[in-house]
């Protein structure tokens, strides 16, 4: 059993910053890449950002410059710190990883059950 539990989440006004937290728990071998999704209303879910293991990251263009993925292996834990924030910004952020629950096993993507961000004056 794995679990991904996001944090941070809330209101803030335009131009304010947020830093969301995952932390992954349970049966896990090792961790593969980790990331964050959204979901506006009446929109499908779109990548924000992902890291791998070893630290690569990849951003959707709509956040370049504005919001940096991280994570702590150690930790167990992914971030991700947005900056300048504003109203398009809002949706549900889900969090998102590649475990391995065993060393024979095959990677496969565990789901959080997200965190609301809104972005408002």
């Known amino acids: 059993q794995v679990r991904l539990v996001e944090s941070g989440g809330g209101l803030v006004q335009p131009g304010g910053s947020l830093r969301l937290s995952c932390l992954a728990s349970?049966?896990?071998?090792?961790?593969?890449?980790m990331g964050w999704y959204r979901q506006a209303p009446g929109k499908q879910r779109e990548l924000v950002a992902s890291?791998?293991?070893?630290?690569?990251?990849n951003y959707a263009e709509s956040i370049k410059g504005r919001f940096t993925i991280s994570r702590d292996n150690a930790k167990r834990t992914v971030f991700l710190q947005m900056n300048s924030l504003n109203p398009d910004d809002s949706a549900v952020y889900y969090c998102n990883a590649d475990v391995l629950t065993d060393k024979r096993s095959v990677p496969k993507a565990y789901w959080g059950e997200g965190t609301q961000v809104t972005v408002s004056s």
């Open positions: 349970g049966s896990i071998f090792s961790l593969n890449d």
């Open positions: 890291i791998t293991s070893g630290g690569w990251t």
